[in-house]
């Protein structure tokens, strides 16, 4: 038998398996669509009075139809040409078989990501780019008021924004470090905030993991609202250093400092908060940026292969916050419940009736309440107006 989960927007909602009889597909959804429960005429011949995609119940009630080969009706029950559940002759799915199990649908509701924006604030950030320096374009990436991701997603996603840096002198860095500048607030709506944060100019140095901490730490003083997934979008032009020696002299001091940065996102991910890297520039970087992907994204800093971001003009750098943003506001699913990541594989998962393949265009997160939409699905699932996504996993695979 399988549990079938009916996604509208981003957020999944689950149901564990439990003794279900027919003819009521009404029943099986939460809440019942307004359609259902309509008093009709159940006779032979008579007006069907039910709206399209229901049908008139035995009991004198509109109930949606079933479709063939749909696997609503569940175990025990097959659906016949005109969308009614019947038993199938097996001799399950009558009152009281435990075997029982048909499909459950769910109306989801959209979830609204918290995103951090940890922006690196160096000297090195007025460096010409494209016309430019990298401050202004990052500036003009977020609060542009025709393009800006910030004011263009300021009503769907709790932004708050983190300047970085610090100052040394002698080769020693100047309390505070790391030196920082928040908005008041994380909010929906928070465009003016963010946009008065940054009419400031860079300073001096990048120590880019103390900084990583500071905010992991204001997430646990000050927690992303219930449902809202927290993200960490960490902007950086350049190498990290760190407090205690804000210029690496060798590759072996660089190494070290580069650590630092990459244990701090593995912190942060520890701590429930995934972390986005976005390398502004074309300067020498090495392995760095994929090894801050991976740490955030909760994988081997060495073997993963999480996807970061490099833009080496302003119009890249514009479209990696969209896509960045975009993307998790579009395409990660949370449920409820738990799906056992092990059996994910054995479920499906359509997009307006288009069957997704595991592990191309769909894959569960390890916690097992995040369903990933990925690449081209993505892409339509964010331009659809609304978009319907349709999740089946066996019962066993659930859980509570």
Same mark, same amino acid.
């Given at each position: 038998a399988m549990t079938r989960v009916?996604?509208?927007?981003?957020?999944?909602?689950?149901?564990? !398996?439990? %003794?279900?009889?027919? =003819?009521?597909? !009404?029943? %099986?959804?939460?809440? =019942?669509p307004a359609g259902c429960n309509t008093p009709c005429d159940p006779a032979p011949g008579a007006t069907n009075a039910c709206t399209p995609?229901?049908?008139?119940?035995?009991?004198?009630?509109?109930?949606?139809?079933?479709?063939?080969?749909?696997?609503?009706?569940?175990?025990?029950y097959s659906c016949t040409a005109d969308g009614y559940c019947v038993p199938d002759g097996s001799g399950k799915g009558s009152n009281g078989d435990i075997d029982a199990c048909p499909s459950a649908h769910f109306t989801a509701t959209k979830t609204t990501p918290t995103v951090q924006l940890l922006l690196d604030q160096s000297g090195s950030m007025n460096d010409p780019y494209g016309g430019t320096t990298r401050w202004q374009a990052l500036r003009n990436a977020l609060i542009d008021p025709t393009s800006?991701?910030?004011?263009?997603?300021?009503?769907?996603v709790v932004f708050g924004a983190t300047l970085y840096s610090a100052r040394s002198s002698n080769n020693v860095n100047q309390p505070p470090c790391p030196l920082l500048a928040s908005t008041p607030a994380r909010a929906l709506n928070n465009f003016n905030a963010v946009q008065s944060l940054l009419q400031v100019n860079p300073i001096q140095d990048t120590p880019t993991a103390p900084s990583i901490d500071a905010v992991v730490a204001d997430f646990a003083a000050r927690p992303a609202m219930q449902g809202s997934p927290p993200i960490i979008l960490l902007a950086t032009d350049g190498l990290p250093d760190t407090c205690q020696n804000p210029n690496p002299a060798n590759a072996t001091e660089q190494a070290a400092a580069n650590l630092t940065s990459v244990q701090a996102a593995q912190r942060a991910y520890a701590a429930g908060i995934k972390l986005f890297f976005l390398f502004v520039g074309n300067d020498a970087a090495g392995d760095h940026p994929q090894q801050m992907a991976n740490a955030g994204a909760g994988l081997d800093p060495v073997t993963g292969k999480a996807k970061f971001y490099v833009a080496t003009d302003p119009t890249q750098l514009t479209q990696a916050f969209n896509d960045i943003v975009g993307g998790v506001l579009s395409c990660d699913l949370k449920l409820s419940g738990q799906i056992n990541p092990d059996q994910a594989m054995n479920g499906s998962v359509t997009l307006d009736g288009r069957p997704l393949t595991f592990g191309t265009d769909w894959n569960v997160d390890r916690d097992g309440v995040t369903l990933h939409i990925l690449g081209n699905a993505c892409t339509m699932l964010k331009a659809a107006n609304n978009p319907t996504v349709d999740a089946t996993f066996s019962c066993g695979a659930i859980i509570f």
């Open positions: 009916l996604l509208v927007g981003l957020v999944l909602l689950a149901t564990a !398996c439990g %003794n279900k009889t027919f =003819p009521s597909l !009404c029943a %099986n959804q939460v809440p =019942p995609g229901y049908h008139c119940s035995a009991d004198g009630k509109c109930d949606t139809v079933c479709t063939l080969g749909g696997g609503q009706c569940g175990g025990g800006g991701v910030v004011k263009n997603l300021a009503s769907k």
